[in-house]
């Protein structure tokens, strides 16, 4: 068990496992126990080196003049390679092609929050704003979902543990979700990314925004040293910007867009906006996932 955890310690330090993966194609494994979380990892690639599952439990999105808090857990899983002479690693393809969980948290406020009935001049889309108002269909969602494939997402283990440089590149975009705005209604596209830097070390954000500070948390080993966790795991980035909404509302996007714009606050600049996640990330050797 100790040489395990040795080995282990070991690759955490020089190897820089992941963080997260994004999908592929092949078949779940049906692991038993503490390595069933590992299900949807692509163990059997020989060029996978590990397994990770990642659980972010918290933390805030703060988008332009918007705060989303994560309420509803989100889940990272996949694979990644050995760290190359920058410390990076591979990010591997979850194999059920569910990489990042589209989980919706509430948008405070809901639609009322976003979108003004009276503000809008075209009679039949204020219309049907206010019957949405009438049929209580004023929930809004905001579901953050990947906008680039797993070649554009970058991860080190090294600058986690440490606390330097970024631990996780993700580019991603945010699905407004409500009847009303359509299908169709994002801040951030696969054309135009919203860019997140996250680390767990300090940032350093145009102003207005100051600097903070992550925390790689707290590491330690569960069934006898065969997985690794970082319990309290936080990464923020508040240097990203944002670009406009674009597909709200549908037909009508050219109304409606622009009032998403101006309650939200996008596009907006560096030094704006604010992503703090709060992670809890499991982690184990491909050969010892294999085994179980």
């Not at 049929?135 to 600058?159: C, F, M, Q, R, Y």
């Not at 945010?174 to 135009?192: A, M, Q, R, T």
């Not at 990203?240 to 009032?259: Q, V």
């Amino acid at each position: 068990m100790q040489r395990l955890k040795r080995k282990w310690a070991v690759g955490a330090v020089l190897t820089a496992v992941a963080l997260s993966a994004l999908g592929s194609t092949s078949a779940a494994s049906a692991h038993t126990g503490e390595f069933a979380k590992f299900n949807n990892c692509p163990s059997t690639n020989p060029a996978v080196f590990a397994c990770l599952y990642s659980v972010t439990t918290g933390g805030k999105v703060v988008l332009g003049k918007k705060t989303v808090p994560i309420v509803n857990p989100v889940v990272l899983q996949g694979g990644t390679g050995y760290a190359n002479a920058e410390l990076f690693q591979q990010f591997f393809p979850a194999t059920n092609g569910v990489t990042l969980s589209k989980t919706p948290q509430p948008v405070p406020g809901g639609l009322a929050g976003l979108v003004n009935c009276k503000e809008i001049t075209n009679f039949f889309e204020r219309v049907a704003c206010e019957a949405a108002f009438e049929n209580g269909l004023t929930g809004v969602n905001a579901t953050l979902e990947l906008a680039k494939p797993a070649s554009e997402i970058k991860i080190s283990e090294a600058h986690l543990l440490f606390e330097e440089g970024i631990a996780l590149k993700l580019p991603v975009k945010v699905h407004l979700e409500n009847p009303f705005l359509g299908s169709e209604c994002y801040v951030g596209s696969s054309s135009s990314p919203i860019n997140w830097n996250l680390t767990t070390a300090a940032t350093s954000p145009p102003p207005p925004n100051k600097p903070i500070h992550g925390k790689a948390g707290e590491f330690g080993f569960q069934f006898e040293g065969e997985i690794i966790e970082f319990k309290n795991n936080e990464l923020v980035d508040n240097a990203w910007s944002a670009p406009a909404a674009s597909g709200c509302g549908g037909a009508f996007s050219l109304l409606i867009d622009p009032l998403i714009d101006l309650t939200v606050g996008v596009p907006s600049a560096a030094g704006k906006n604010t992503a703090i996640e709060i992670n809890h990330i499991y982690q184990s050797e491909a050969e010892v996932v294999n085994k179980h």
